[in-house]
Nanobody, 123 residues
């Protein structure tokens, strides 16, 4: 599956953004999906994941209660709604697909990666 992330941009502290990840192929609904991010000078970290069915979701503690992951299997698209953004959320955000139906939190479970979309939160 090929992935295309979009929706990044510049937002002020406390603002909101919605990221999208469009997937190619007819088997999107069999993949669990995830969002990761990489801030300047830091390693890539897990943000959120969603099972193939969309029923199960997982979040990093740092975004729990502020970010919401969702998917529309009919549109082959995954979303990340981000609110109450802070400068610490500034990063390149990557979407990823795992061939396993259950949601995963480790990068090693994911086989396909999008190109990343930059989110910058100004103070």
């Amino acid at each position: 599956v090929q992935l295309q992330a979009s929706g990044g941009g510049l937002v002020q502290t406390g603002g909101s953004l919605r990221l999208s990840c469009a997937a190619s192929g007819r088997t999107f609904s069999s993949y669990s999906m995830g969002w990761f991010r990489q801030a300047p000078g830091k390693e890539r970290e897990f943000v959120a994941s969603i099972s193939a069915s969309g029923f199960y979701t997982y979040y990093a503690d740092s975004v729990k209660g502020r970010f919401t992951i969702s998917r529309d299997n009919a549109k082959n698209t995954m979303y990340l709604q981000m609110s109450s953004l802070t400068p610490e959320d500034t990063a390149v955000y990557y979407c990823a697909a795992s061939p396993f139906p259950r949601a995963a939190t480790g990068a090693f479970d994911y086989r396909s990666w999008g190109q990343g979309t930059l989110v910058t939160v100004s103070s």
